[in-house]
């Protein structure tokens, strides 16, 4: 079950993540503060999910190590997934400590760092995707050869 609860829930916060992003961007350019509350919400689910993402992608490493799959692999995989976190984790807290209320040069700035959070998400998506696509992280090998009708 460890192996397979991780693709099941990585999805959730990348793609709440990105949203909460979107509705940021969305809510200013149409004047919207309904849409920036919601950006706030999507933040904090997407942040739970990204818990959960991360929490069972820790399981999912012991069995891919286990596996055979380079350490050094999964280590850049689960770096950048920090550095994410860390960064809309850091989103999270300033947006509680200004209440949702931004200046345009504190929406600016947040806009830009939730760039380069949701380009760290696409790294880390990169770099698990690496894992098993090119490694075979979590994914059973197939039979080697298939039954002849001879056989």
């Known amino acids: 079950m460890e192996r ?9 916060p990348i793609a709440l993540l990105i949203i909460s992003v979107l509705f940021d961007v969305i809510g200013v350019a149409f004047k919207r503060h309904s849409l920036r509350e919601g950006a706030l919400w999507l933040l904090v689910l997407g942040l739970l999910g990204g818990l959960g993402a991360v929490l ?14 380079a350490k050094a692999l999964l280590e850049r995989h689960e770096t950048w997934a920090f550095v994410t976190m860390g960064i809309f984790g850091v989103l999270f807290v300033w947006r ?14 947040y806009l830009v760092i939730a760039s380069i959070g949701i380009g760290t998400l696409g790294v880390t998506g990169y770099f698990g995707g690496d894992l098993v696509y090119e490694h075979g992280a979590g994914v059973r090998q197939a039979a080697q050869s298939l039954p002849t009708d001879s056989e």
């Open 4 to 12: 397979h609860l991780h693709p099941m829930l990585l999805h959730f």
């Open 56 to 69: 069972s992608g820790g399981m999912a490493e012991e069995v891919a190590e286990k596996a055979g799959v």
């Open 96 to 109: 509680l400590f200004l209440r949702n209320h931004f200046t345009a040069l504190t929406l600016a700035i």
